[in-house]
Nanobody, 123 residues
Framework: QVQLVESGGGLVQAGGSLRLSCAAS????????MGWFRQAPGKEREFVAT????????YYTDSVKGRFTISRDNAKNMVYLQMNSLKSGDTAVYYC????????????????WGQGTQVTVSS
């Protein structure tokens, strides 16, 4: 299995930007489709974005389309989530996830999860 560690979260004002990073170790990241999810207090974990093993296809939840961009650098075993035009509704713990077999990555088919990184957007 792959081990995932997220970083890059923090406190940002509405309209600002953050870039989250997910470092993969244990197995080559290029073996996995990858996804980002988030969980706000009192809510279920929800899908944000996903990317294929090669990075040739991406998919986003409607609420972040045009604002967030998922990307990957397989040479560095890294996956990123660039978040622009942040809103208070984006406040959540963000999780990186990996699926060896399935794309898009979903909560049910993910094989591995990171520990999460907190993103707080102040209005």
């Amino acid at each position: 299995q792959v081990q995932l560690v997220e970083s890059g979260g923090g406190l940002v004002q509405a309209g600002g930007s953050l870039r989250l990073s997910c470092a993969a170790s244990g197995r080559t990241a290029s073996s996995y489709h990858m996804g980002w999810f988030r969980q706000a207090p009192g809510k279920e974990r929800e899908f944000v974005a996903t990317i294929t093993r090669t990075g040739d296809s991406t998919y986003y939840t409607d609420s972040v389309k045009g604002r967030f961009t998922i990307s990957r650098d397989n040479a560095k075993n890294m996956v990123y989530l660039q978040m622009n035009s942040l809103k208070s509704g984006d406040t959540a713990v963000y999780y990186c996830a990996a699926s060896a077999a399935y794309y898009p990555v979903t909560r049910r088919n993910a094989d591995s999860w990171g520990q999460g990184t907190q993103v707080t957007v102040s209005s």
